[in-house]
């Protein structure tokens, strides 16, 4: 299973493809996509859909995961970003994938083990379960970290599955 997680950003919207077999999991590719500071809102929407479109068709993914987002202190930047996240929502909608969403805590927590782990913990932890990656930024390690808690919970949810199955329920 191919997994694309998504760390929702207007400026810069990281990226991150994992496959998953088994047990196993390793890094395909990540990336950030970025806009112009200060350009017409409209534009960067659509520049972020056009990267990201280009993304799954070039990548193509079994699946998706976006981080949710919380209310800033700035409402305007708040809603910006969901402004964003919307379009990290479309585009693998648009390709027919489902999308899980997950709480920030909850991919900290997926990923190191506990929800309010810092960034250098979640990069540590990154690295670990992808061996020899190199992340080209950030963002592009938050999508990974989503990518693996998706993977983490796909397989839960396999085994529940295999489970309830052989109980016959």
């Known amino acids: ?9 207007l400026r810069s919207m990281g990226w991150g493809v994992v496959e998953v ?4 999991m390793r890094h395909i590719a990540n990336g950030q996509c ?23 068709l070039t990548w193509q993914p079994d699946t998706a995961a976006v981080e949710q987002t919380f209310v800033n202190k700035d409402a305007v930047a708040t ?3 969901g402004q964003a996240r919307g379009i990290a929502l479309l585009v693998p909608a648009q390709a027919g994938l489902s999308v899980g969403e997950y709480a920030p805590n909850a991919v900290k927590k997926a990923v190191v083990g506990v929800g309010h782990a810092d960034k250098a ?10 061996p020899g990656v190199k992340v080209a930024g950030p963002d592009a390690t938050d999508a990974l970290a989503i990518a693996i808690c998706h993977a983490h919970h796909a397989q839960s949810a396999g085994h529940l599955a295999r489970a309830v199955a052989k109980a016959g329920l």
């Open 1 to 9: 299973m191919r997994i694309l997680g998504i760390d929702p950003g």
């Open 21 to 24: 077999d088994g047990p196993r």
């Open 34 to 56: 970025k806009t112009a500071t200060g350009g017409i809102l409209a534009d960067r929407l659509l520049s972020l859909h056009a990267q990201l479109t280009d993304i799954v």
């Open 79 to 81: 809603l910006k970003l």
């Open 121 to 130: 913990q979640v990069l540590h932890m990154v690295r670990l379960q992808l």
